[in-house]
């Protein structure tokens, strides 16, 4: 099993910053991979980014790519997600997902991911 435990979320000006962090506790990491998904008020939740821990492949949702850079950290384990040139549609609440030997396919859907953080609220005024 997977423990997440995300952090960095606030409030921010149109074109701020924020970096959210994710702490992933449990098992070995190897097979994983790391997502951020967001979920706004009244919609879906949606992918945003995703990282293989094992090879580093990175993976973007058109809207955010130029913005947000997804990476890993170590000591202890975390995912990464910084997010430039913040938009008020990126409000949402977000939530790190961990799956196991995620095609890549399946990596953009939620119900490929097994683990998950209680989320972390993104606000952006314009």
């Known amino acids: 099993q997977v423990q997440l435990q995300e952090s960095g979320g606030g409030w921010v000006q149109a074109e701020g910053s924020l970096r959210l962090s994710c702490v992933a506790s449990?098992?070995?990491?190897?097979?994983?991979?790391m997502a951020w998904f967001r979920q706004a008020p009244g919609k879906e939740r949606e992918f945003v980014a995703a990282?293989?821990?094992?090879?580093?492949?990175?993976y973007y949702t058109d809207s955010v790519k130029g913005r947000f850079t997804i990476s890993k950290a170590y000591a202890p384990n975390a995912v990464l997600l910084q997010m430039n040139s913040l938009k008020p549609e990126d409000t949402a609440v977000y939530s790190c997902g961990a799956g196991a030997s995620i095609a890549r396919y399946g990596l953009r859907r939620e119900n490929q991911y097994d683990y998950w953080g209680q989320g972390t609220q993104v606000s952006v005024s314009s």
């Open positions: 990282i293989r821990w094992s090879g580093g492949t990175r």
């Open positions: 449990g098992d070995t990491l190897s097979t994983y991979t």
